[in-house]
């Protein structure tokens, strides 16, 4: 008789704020080739890695780990296991939970759901947008190991829900407290990636960042183009929340330099928003579904700090998704379809 399970799937989190546990977790991370895939062999990637990025950068995200670390330990790992808890209480069938790097690791997860017998599976990357270097990049690691430690295992794959009224109402339902509150402007803020990536997923090589106003213009492309399908979910948000035109825009955040990344940059945009006094600003994070580094750090802190430097007043991260009831009536619905089905 087969067995079920759903298998949560994100990014993943040092084990603590040590330098030698943030070393090992940079180093399971930048090591991925979907994630640094410039042309090279893996020695290239490692002498890069090994040698120069990780010896300069480890303190430094150590002591920006060690501002949002929780009693709890990381945010990330703490906040997705109260939403695989909130889950698991509106089904019953086995929710597991696993990072793509760190822990809870991928091959735990693994054995765990094996040993239990459990012969369907559903991956469902917490991510709602499309993106080597996140979506695709967990799914093949769960494949891979799947083929060594769960050979019989039949395994499919929930698709990035970017656009999905569920999540799109989740969003602004989780939102709207938030855009209650006076403000002048709303960012969206989404990690951003090298440009080389939306050409290198175009498979047509005709569309991606050559079209004119590709992201808006229908293409067999836009199923593996990270910006078009997060430019598709702002104007659903923005249509579902009826924001003024005049006072959303869209910047991308996280960049590291070495190649043309997508612009425009959320600090720049910051700064350049405040000095035209823009003095009340909202940010919203929707590539992130839990908050993590990037949003508390990255935005809520240092952010903040260059919205008011350059001349802001007022500055408001708006927190993902995390465990919010709408979030999990999403998640759930999409487990019972899953279900339904088997």
Same mark, same amino acid.
């Given at each position: ?32 080739? #979907? ?112 083929? !060594? ?6 395994? @499919? ?22 855009? @209650? ?14 440009? !080389? ?44 929340? #009826? ?11 996280? !960049? ?19 000095? @035209? ?27 903040? @700090? ?27 619905? !999409? ?8």
């Amino acid at each position: 008789m087969s067995k079920s399970a759903v298998l949560l799937l994100n990014l993943g989190s040092p084990d603590s704020t040590s330098v030698p546990d943030v070393k090992r977790y940079l180093r399971e991370f930048l090591g991925d080739e #979907r994630v640094i895939d410039k042309p090279g062999t893996a020695v290239l990637r490692s002498v890069l890695v090994n040698g120069i990025i990780i010896p300069f950068r480890a303190k430094n995200s150590a002591h920006a780990y060690s501002t949002i670390w929780t009693e709890r330990g990381s945010p990330l790992i703490v906040t997705s296991k109260l939403a695989q808890a909130a889950l698991q209480k509106r089904t019953a069938t086995p929710i597991d939970l696993a990072m793509n790097y760190g822990n809870p690791s991928i091959p735990d997860a693994l054995k765990r759901l094996a040993g239990a017998g459990v012969t369907n599976l559903l991956l469902f990357p917490q991510y709602p947008h499309y993106a080597m270097s996140s979506w695709e990049t967990v799914v093949a690691k769960v494949y891979r190991e799947a083929t !060594r430690l769960a050979p019989g295992m039949k395994i @499919e794959v929930e698709q990035p829900f970017y656009a999905d009224p569920d999540y799109i109402d989740a969003l602004v339902t989780s939102s709207r407290p938030y855009l @209650e509150q006076p403000h002048d402007h709303l960012m969206f803020s989404y990690h951003s990636i090298p440009q !080389r990536h939306l050409t290198k997923a175009d498979s047509s090589k005709a569309h991606c960042l050559t079209a004119p106003d590709c992201c808006n213009t229908c293409s067999p492309a836009h199923a593996t183009c990270y910006k078009a399908q997060v430019t598709r979910t702002t104007h659903l948000f923005a249509q579902r929340a #009826r924001l003024d035109p005049a006072r959303w825009s869209i910047a991308f955040q996280s !960049r590291i330099v070495g190649e043309p990344w997508l612009t425009p940059y959320t600090d720049f945009e910051m700064k350049r928003l405040a000095k @035209e006094g823009r003095k009340r600003l909202l940010v919203i994070t929707p590539a992130f579904v839990t908050d993590c580094l990037e949003t508390l750090e990255e935005i809520r802190v240092r952010g903040a @700090e260059d919205f008011k430097e350059a001349g802001g007043d007022a500055f408001t991260h708006i927190p993902c998704l995390n465990d919010h009831p709408a979030f999990i009536d999403f998640l759930a619905k !999409r487990v019972s379809l899953w279900i339904d089905n088997h």
